[in-house]
């Protein structure tokens, strides 16, 4: 397993920008991929996918709603992925959580504990 420890939430008014950090520790040479999930407080909400990125070759994936305001990368020296998201609007509020695959792309099965992000309109 991994630990994953999200950092860099916060509160932001619209059109503003933050970075999420999620250090990962422990069997980081198994990881296959990482991402970014979010969950709105609103009843019902599920936990979304925002964006990942594969380990081997680093492709990116992400949600169309967050395509070319958010950016995924990793530092190679610190396994720690980064979420760098801009042009922020009030619907982006949602606890953001970090998660690892360490089953070969058949599902995230290690998980961060969130950080909040909340953007004012």
């Known amino acids: 397993q991994v630990q994953l420890v999200e950092s860099g939430g916060g509160l932001v008014q619209a059109g503003g920008s933050l970075r999420l950090s999620c250090a990962a520790s422990g069997r980081t040479l198994n990881i296959y991929r990482m991402g970014w999930f979010r969950q709105g407080q609103a009843p019902g909400k599920e936990r979304e996918f925002v964006a990942g990125i594969r380990w081997s070759d680093s492709a990116l994936y992400y949600a169309n709603s967050v395509k070319g305001r958010f950016t995924i990368s990793r530092d190679y020296a610190k396994t720690t992925v980064y979420l760098q998201m801009n042009s922020l609007k009030a619907e982006d509020t949602a606890v953001y959580f970090c998660?690892?695959?360490?089953?070969?792309?058949?599902?995230?099965?290690?998980w961060g504990q969130g950080t909040q992000v909340t953007v004012s309109s």
């Open positions: 998660a690892a695959d360490l089953t070969h792309g058949e599902r995230y099965d290690n």
